[in-house]
């Protein structure tokens, strides 16, 4: 079961002889051999049994620096009658030892048993016909079955209902993707519903490749659906995780008319339990160009800010309730008062989120 | 994907809150779909039918037909695909020296099968990976395996096709050696433990894509952060979260999929049903553990009983004493103990992010059962599990951690921190292929063999516990050579898109490893990801060496903790393509396998 003392004790004469007469060199191999010659000091987990196992000793004490040298005669080692068992390596520190000038090829590790071998102990086997048909056989493209690269989700982010200062009404986001690891086609759709009719809605359909292990280019159109003024966009955008695990997106639009818009999103998960979950959220709109006839002023638009609670029942379903705080600035705000619109409007929300 | 019979999604409509541990008591397999048409309602209307004791196929012929069954697992009765409608596998006894000759019979409706024998030598159009070594098995026919026994030993085979492991195609593989064993024993038993879901598993893996922290439960939370802001201070808690946040990762994902999926199996049992294996005071029983999981890591222990490894990977070593090990996904550990003083003994089989486990119970007659021991507390992994850490203990460093990542970091500043060489934490040099790679969410920044390292959650639990470091096979290096060349494989993942891959690049746009006939080589693996992965070569050993870059263990599975740099020796002596890759079944199907080809 285990190699024999009496085979092995010549050989690890040579190896500690090689300790002594290279110290640095024999380093990586002498290790083995401590074992016979030395008390192995309290071994921690797991216990070798029923011999002693090299590989449990720690060896992580010792100081080899303090060992001398100085007085053995490194230039004719005798081959028996050194007696190590007085040698103390529980003081050795390995870790002083310079080991990127080591020099291995001047150690003759023919002399010992774990040297290098020109031939293989087991030879191999001579290469036959049948070896080479057995080898390598006729093999159909498809018979190797994959797993799909191709996967899709839907995410209905929030699907709630809105009560506020000025009404109550409905609204949703949502996004879905559909592709590989690095190709994705992304559909994003957000709106808002008030008084039993769509006040606002678009739908997106991008291009999105990852470029980044953490960050998505988008590229596509984004359709305005409001009843009224519905127009389409060319969109640019990158969509992400940001350091901190701050979801985030912020797209560009360039618009029938020359306008052009800019959304930014961020969203936060911060846990309470591993199911209550707390999702802060931020969006803001910009436009470039004053459009009164879009209600739009030229800078910044809108500032949406919401915390929604939500309850992981499973994975998949999460109901919520929550706040959501929406201001609309400069020219914006003016347009929407002109209109009989507020300019700012707080509102309790209560949905659910869920995935496909 | 695996099965056009499951229903929908394949998601069960019950809450994934509940945790599925105990399993139901009179589960297994309720019967096979012999005939097609009859619905799954059907057969559960049947009521169970126990499969009973695993069925033992002995000699050198053998017949085995892959089916679907039902099978309840969870008080819920869903298809399986079982082996002479069995699940686990038959368990098939072979003799070293022995040609055998197994003939494959596909009884499956719809889906081409395969079976590997894994760590098996043979020729590669008999190693039974479709599109590799053969055609696989289609629906109706059959394929005769016929090879030479050249080793002994507890191994174990399972289906290479898809997810049909998953679904139950796995059984133990026992191979007597031609000389007696060196040590003695009175009776064995072998313990194959498994995962089992009640969902398609193909929708499990496209469920993994949408959302790979689905089973994560265990993040932390607002109320954790308060906890450490009073035990560490503000300064603490804020910078820890603030590095984990910086790289978008959480210390909690421990495994991918968990107990809210996976009923844990021990010889197709759930701990409920309390399987139990005989013995008589004071005899030498040799326990043949085998890892058949597709994604689950398992800390064994059997309290009140020192455990003798005295074979890993069907290979003898040194034996061993310890109190517990982990088992990897494929890797096999042949253990004795001689219980005695006391009636039973529990085998406590917990999945090692602790949500779970499987057990059993060794006891002098059936009914009886001991204790079964609490799981032990879920750990956290630091950064110095994951390579991060260029100091030497485990103590978070206070440097950051999102600048050190990323392709501008100058590795040669970091150099090596003392020490004994690769002993301690040594700056990889990663492959081009992983910079600014998507599918590459993080790379190590200090890696070591960690040879003697427990490893997570099983570190100063006041248990023996067994590390490779501990494990040195019992004969020298068959070969004997110096490896000829060095060839570097980093293991590479994004946690979130749920990709993995070698090197950044998945299986399908990878080409070839190839290795000359006759060399021997050294492959290091370098991990590069905050996962475990158990590396499998096909058709010749892997070698492993110590920290001093010797040969010490003989394995056939390389267990690759987060952080670590492990290296092993191959002897090409087996012509042919073989398969490379994660055991665990979802990370090679999302890419981290290779192709070996070993040409003349």
């Given at each position: 079961m285990s ?9 690890l ?17 002498g290790?083995?051999d401590?074992?016979?010659?030395v ?8 216990t ?5 196992d090299?590989a ?8 080899h620096s ?6 053995k005669?490194?230039?004719?080692p ?9 040698m103390d390596?529980?003081k050795m ?5 310079d ?18 071998r020109?031939?293989p ?11 080479r048909?057995a080898?390598?056989p ?23 209902h ?8 409905q ?30 809605s ?37 969509q ?9 997106s912020a797209?560009a ?9 800019a959304?930014?999103?961020?969203e ?18 910009f ?16 500032v ?5 609670l939500?309850?992981e ?19 914006t705000a ?12 707080t ?10 | ?6 229903p929908g999604?394949g998601?069960p ?5 509940r ?10 397999v309720?019967?096979s ?14 009521g169970?039918t126990?499969a009973?004791?695993p ?13 679907e ?7 819920r ?7 002479n409608?069995?699940l686990?596998a ?14 494959v ?6 889906h081409?099968?395969?079976i ?7 020729p590669s159009n ?9 055609n ?28 049909q492991?998953?679904?139950g195609?796995?059984g133990a593989l ?9 040590y003695h024993?009175d009776r064995?038993?072998?313990i ?8 398609d ?6 469920r ?15 109320p954790d952060f ?8 503000w300064?603490a808690?804020?910078a ?19 107990a809210h999926?996976?009923?844990y ?8 049903g ?18 058949g999981?597709?994604?689950t ?28 090990f982990?088992i990897s996904?494929?890797?096999?550990f ?8 006391q009636?039973a003994?529990?085998i406590?089989?917990?999945d090692?992010?602790r ?32 390579g ?6 485990h103590a ?12 501008t ?5 970091h ?10 934490g040594t700056?990889?040099?990663?492959p ?13 920044m200090?890696?070591?063999?960690k ?18 470091g501990?494990m ?13 060349r060095?060839?570097?494989l ?9 990709s993995?891959?070698?090197?950044g ?6 080409e ?5 006939y006759g ?6 693996l ?8 158990p ?5 010749v050993w ?6 001093d870059?010797?040969?010490?263990l ?26 490379y ?10 890419g981290?396998?290779r192709?070996?080809?070993i040409?003349e």
């Open positions: 190699r024999s003392p009496s085979r092995t004790l010549p050989l004469t040579t190896a500690l002889l090689a300790v002594i007469a290279m110290p640095a060199h024999a380093q990586s191999h290790h083995h401590h074992g016979h010659g008390t192995p000091t309290p071994t921690p987990t797991p070798p049994t029923p011999t002693a090299h449990a000793m720690d060896h992580s004490t010792m100081d303090t060992m001398d040298h100085s007085t005669d490194h230039g004719h005798a081959p028996t009658g050194v007696d190590h068992s007085t390596h529980s520190d390995h870790s002083k030892m080991h990127g000038n080591m020099d291995h090829s001047s150690m003759d590790h023919a002399a010992m048993d774990h040297g290098p020109a031939a102990r087991e030879p191999i086997p001579v290469v036959t016909e049948a070896d048909l080898a390598f006729a093999i159909d493209h498809a018979a190797m079955q994959h797993a799909p690269a191709i996967h899709s989700m839907l995410l209905i982010n929030r699907l709630e809105w009560d506020g200062q000025h009404g109550t009404g609204a949703w986001e949502a996004s879905g993707w559909v592709g590989s690891d690095i190709n994705r086609l992304w559909v994003r759709s957000e709106g808002e519903r008030s008084g039993g009719r769509t006040e606002a678009d739908l997106e359909l991008l291009y999105g490749r990852s470029v980044s292990p953490w960050w998505d280019v988008l590229v596509g159109v984004k359709q305005d659906m409001r009843p009224a003024d519905s127009r389409t966009w060319a969109a640019l955008g990158i992400g995780l940001a350091p901190y695990k701050f979801e985030t797209t639009y360039l618009g029938e008319g020359g306008q052009v818009a959304t930014v999103e961020v936060y998960e911060l846990l309470l339990t591993n199911r209550l979950i707390l999702q802060p959220l931020v969006e803001a709109t436009s470039a160009k004053d459009e009164p006839r879009y209600g739009n002023g030229s800078g910044l638009n809108t949406e800010a919401g915390l929604r939500r309850y029942i499973s994975r998949r379903f999460a109901p919520h309730v929550g706040i959501s705080h929406e201001r609309l600035f400069g020219d003016d347009y929407h008062r002109a209109g009989g619109e507020p300019a700012r409007d509102r309790w929300v209560a949905g659910v989120r869920v995935w496909f | 994907m695996s099965f056009p019979t499951f999604t998601a409509p019950m809450p994934s809150r945790l599925f541990v105990q399993g139901v008591g009179a589960g297994g309720v019967a779909l012999a005939a097609a048409g009859l619905s799954p309602r059907a057969f559960a209307a049947a169970p126990l009973g004791a069925q033992v196929l002995s000699g050198p012929q053998a017949q085995l037909t892959i089916g069954s039902l099978a309840n697992f969870t008080g009765t869903r298809p399986a695909i079982t082996v409608g069995s686990p038959p368990i098939l006894r072979w003799r070293e020296g022995d040609t055998v000759t197994v003939r019979a596909n009884a499956l409706q719809a081409p099968t395969s590997h024998w894994h760590g098996i030598l043979l008999m190693d039974g990976v479709p599109g590799l070594s053969f696989g098995i289609a629906p109706g026919e059959a394929y005769q395996y016929r090879f030479t026994l050249k080793q002994s030993g507890t191994y174990w085979y399972h289906s290479h096709s898809l997810f492991e998953q679904a195609l796995y026992i191979i007597d050696p031609l000389a007696p064993a060196p024993f064995e038993h072998v194959l433990l498994s995962d089992w879901t009640d969902m598993p193909g929708a499990l893996f496209r993994m894509k949408k959302l790979a922290e689905h089973d994560n439960y265990y993040k932390r939370t607002l308060l906890r450490d802001v009073r035990k560490d201070g300064a808690a804020t820890d979260r603030g590095m984990w946040g910086r790289m978008r990762m959480t210390p909690t994902d421990i495994s991918d999929i968990n999926t996976y009923t199996l021990l010889n197709g049992t759930a701990p409920a309390n399987w139990t294996g005989l013995f008589r005071s004071g005899e030498k029983v040799l326990l043949r553990f085998i890892n999981a597709s994604m890591y398992f800390d064994v222990r059997i309290p009140g009983l020192k455990m003798t490894v005295v074979a890993a990977d069907g290979q003898y070593i040194h034996p061993v004493s310890i109190e517990e982990r996904p494929a890797e096999t042949d253990v004795i103990v001689e219980p005695s003083g009636d003994y529990t406590f089989c917990q090692m992010g949500t779970g486990f499987a057990a059993g119970t060794l006891a002098v007659r059936h009914g009886l059962q001991a204790p079964v021991p609490a799981r032990d507390p879920r750990p956290l992994l630091t950064m110095g599990d994951m991060h850490d260029m100091g030497h203990g978070m460093p206070a440097h950051d951690m999102a600048a050190m990542h990323g392709a970091m100058d590795h040669s500043a150099g090596m921190h003392g020490g004994s060489g690769t002993s301690s700056a990889p040099r990663h081009a292929s992983e910079t600014g790679n998507p599918r590459v969410d993080m790379q190590s200090a890696t070591a063999p040879l003697d390292d427990p490893g997570i959650g099983l570190r100063d639990n006041g248990r023996q516990v067994l590390t490779y501990a040195h096979s019992l004969f020298e290096d068959p070969d004997g050579r110096e490896p000829g060095e060839v570097e980093h293991l590479t993942g994004h946690m979130e898109k749920f993995w891959s070698f090197d690049t998945p299986f399908a746009s990878a070839p490893l190839r290795l000359n060399e021997r080589m050294r492959i290091v370098v991990n590069d990801t905050m996962m475990q992965h590396i499998h070569l096909h058709g892997s070698d492993l060496e110590n920290a870059g010797q040969f010490q003989r394995k056939h599975t390389i267990d690759m903790p987060p952080g670590t740099r492990r290296s092993y020796r191959v002897r090409a002596d087996a012509l042919g393509r073989w398969a890759h994660c055991h665990l079944l979802y990370h090679m199907e999302a981290m396998m192709e070996v080809r040409e």
